[in-house]
Each structure stands twice: as structure tokens, then as C-alpha cells.
């Protein structure tokens, strides 16, 4: 029989559309009906119980599903976060979200059905052991903690399978958003209570996007950020000024200001210029084909991260797919010029110990999903 993995990532579902008794400008998931049918597509039908017995089909979510990071806490986007305020902020999530709780609830409980969650960058929150409990709560299909079709992987920054497929968030690629999995939370006589170990890329969201999305709810969602800037500095001066000086101001308090609240090596600081002195935004292909390289097993590489669906396939068989993202993008590249929302997932078919992986856009009930062709 055929089993199948459905990878998705980057959805980025926040608080809801109104939160605290106000239009919440920090929501950029606005799919939700479409993503129920999504889950219930992929566990009826032929992906049901069929004569041959239940079909296996795992969802695999591929980091920065939840958006912690977009969720603010007493009206402030905290950097100093602690297991209470995480809890919280999953909280919010789920009161903002019900129907896609309640669709991967029922996901879960179908025969045959898994869930596994790989964290991203904008999910750190999954660290902390009373979030991940409070989430398998709310999918277990009897609202247990022990459910063994959930599996929030927080060890691990990504999952390899015999069948030669390997999956990563793509995060851990970036210096600005790579992230400690051996070290997740600071604990110290000089806290009140431990901490998450944020990556610069994280305070950046937390203390600058963020506010600047008050006057410009385009700004992290435009590519490439060289044109964005570029333009700004001709049509819309001085926000851009100041956005630029408060990157360099936080930049620096966070880097080279010691802080018991976080931490900054000087190599990843190092790694931090080199790469950014050369492409903001990549696209991460020559990071798939490394890995590739140095395992000739894998046949198929699956990141998300860059919001960017990509189905790259090399002449010697080799395949690297990028998910990209059910939010809005604004592409000012010639390539996808325009706004655009893209419900691209990724979908794997595994027979006879051989993976057959395609990119795929959802499109609804009638065509439930076709193959993307970019």
C-alpha cells in the first residue's frame, strides 16, 4: 500500500484576525476554511480507510506553522520570553484559530493519520515543555499529552527518512536565525525564570518589524528586500531611514551588548556579515544540493523558510522542493511581479521504499490541488 507525507510550512497563523477587541494588524494567516478542507481532503477518500486497511498519511508541519513572534504580550512584543508568557501566546493562537485546531483534531483522529512538528524560527516557543504539552492537548484527539500520532520535534532540527528523503525548516542555514537546539533556554541565578535563547533574526521581528508594520503592513513581505530598500530610499525616506537605524541600533545592543538575557557568539555575529553581505533573502538551493552531496542516499530535499516554492530537480535525478507559504507575498521581481497567495505544500508519495515528491498548490474543493509549475 501507498503511504504519503503531506509537508506544509510557514503559515504563520498569529493571534486571529481581531484580538484583544481590535483588528489584530500582526494576523497574516486568512485561510483557515481552505486549510480544514486541506486536512479533511488528505484523510478521506482514497487517503481514508480503504479495503486494504486504513492509508498512512503524515502532515508533517515544517517549522514557523504557529507564529509566536507576531503574538504581543500586554500590548508589548517581548524579547525576554519566559515559559508563562509562551503559554500565553499559545493560548492566543489556539482562541484565534478554532476551526484549523478543530480540523487537525480530527486529522489526528483518523486510522492511519500522524502529525509531526519541526520547529523554525518563528515557533522557538516549542522549547518550553508546558507549550508543547498545552498543543498535543489541543490536537489529541482525547486531549491527552500522550498521543502517539503527535510528535512536536524539538530535539532535532530536522527529520531524515530511509526511504531517502530528508526534511529541514531552512532556518538553521541563516546566521541571523539559527537557532540553539542544544542550548534553547538560558537559565541563570541573574534571571527570574529562564529565558529563550533568541537569534538575532528573532529580535529583529520582535523589535523592529513589528513596530513598522503599525505604518507599513507590507514590510515583511516584500522581495527582494535590496529592491524594497532601494525604492524606499526614493519614495518613502524617511521610514526607511529610520527603519535602517533601528536595525543597526538593535543590531548592536543585541550582539555586542553583553546580557544575561542572551546570548551572541562572535562567529555566528562573523556569519551574520558574511552572508548578509552577499544575498539577504537566499533562496537556499545550494544549501539542498550540499546536503545531497554529502549523502548520496536522499533523492529529495525538503526546506520552507524562504516563502519561495521552489521544485528544483538536477539532471542526475536529485530533487530540492521548497514549500513556501500560505501568507502574502509581494514579489517586485520580474519573475512573479505583484501580490500573490500561493498554497503550495509539498507531496510525497512513498512505494516499494522509493519517494516520489512533487510541489503542489491547493485550489479547493472541486481540484482539490495541482501540480506547481511556478
Known amino acids: 500500500m501507498q503511504r504519503y507525507k503531506i509537508v506544509i510550512s510557514d503559515c504563520h497563523l498569529s493571534a486571529g484576525r481581531f ?49 509566536f513572534l507576531n503574538v504581543p504580550y500586554r500590548g508589548e512584543f517581548e524579547d525576554t520570553i519566559t515559559e508563562e508568557i509562551a503559554v500565553f501566546k499559545v493560548e492566543s493562537i489556539i482562541a484565534g484559530h ?38 498535543i492537548r489541543e490536537w489529541s484527539p482525547d486531549g491527552s499529552i500522550h498521543c502517539e500520532n503527535i510528535r512536536i520535534l524539538h530535539e532535532q532540527d530536522h527529520i531524515s527518512y530511509p526511504e531517502g528523503l530528508e526534511i529541514h525548516h531552512g532556518n538553521q542555514f541563516e546566521a541571523v536565525h539559527v537557532l540553539n537546539f542544544q542550548k534553547p533556554i538560558l537559565n541563570s541565578p541573574e534571571l527570574e525564570a529562564p529565558v529563550l535563547n533568541l537569534p538575532w533574526g528573532s529580535f529583529y521581528v520582535l523589535k523592529i518589524v513589528n513596530r513598522m508594520k503599525w ?20 519614495f518613502d525616506t524617511w ?23 542572551r546570548r551572541s557568539r562572535l562567529k555566528v555575529t562573523l556569519e551574520i556579515f558574511r552572508q548578509e553581505s552577499q544575498n539577504v533573502f537566499p533562496d537556499l538551493e545550494n544549501y539542498a544540493r550540499r546536503i545531497l552531496d554529502q549523502k548520496p542516499h536522499l533523492k529529495t530535499v525538503i526546506f520552507g523558510h524562504t516563502h519561495r516554492p521552489m521544485n528544483r530537480v538536477w539532471p542526475d ?48 474543493e472541486h481540484r482539490p490541488h495541482v501540480v506547481f509549475h511556478g
Open 19 to 67: 484580538f484583544e477587541g481590535s483588528l489584530n494588524p500582526h494576523e497574516d494567516f486568512f485561510f483557515d476554511n481552505e486549510m480544514c478542507e486541506f486536512f479533511e481532503h488528505f484523510s478521506s477518500g482514497k487517503y481514508g480507510v480503504t479495503e486494504a486497511g486504513p492509508v498512512e498519511v503524515e502532515l508533517v508541519i515544517n517549522g514557523d506553522f504557529l507564529d
Open 98 to 135: 478554532p476551526k484549523v485546531m478543530a480540523g487537525l483534531r480530527k486529522f489526528a483522529s483518523q486510522p492511519g493519520k500522524s502529525i509531526t512538528y519541526l520547529v523554525g524560527n518563528h515557533d522557538p516557543d516549542l522549547f518550553f515543555p508546558q507549550v508543547r504539552e498545552r498543543l
Open 215 to 234: 505604518e507599513r503592513d507590507y514590510v515583511d513581505k516584500v522581495r527582494p528586500i535590496s529592491l524594497f530598500i532601494f525604492l524606499g530610499m526614493l
Open 239 to 261: 521610514f526607511t531611514i529610520r527603519f535602517g537605524f533601528l536595525t543597526a541600533y538593535y543590531f548592536v545592543k543585541t550582539r555586542f551588548v553583553p546580557s544575561p538575557r
Open 317 to 364: 535525478g536529485r530533487q530540492y522542493i521548497n514549500t513556501g507559504t500560505w501568507t502574502k507575498m509581494i514579489n517586485m521581481d520580474w519573475r512573479g511581479l505583484g501580490q500573490q497567495f500561493r498554497l503550495t505544500f509539498a507531496y510525497v508519495q512513498v512505494e516499494n521504499g522509493e519517494v516520489f515528491s512533487d510541489l503542489r498548490q491547493w485550489v479547493g
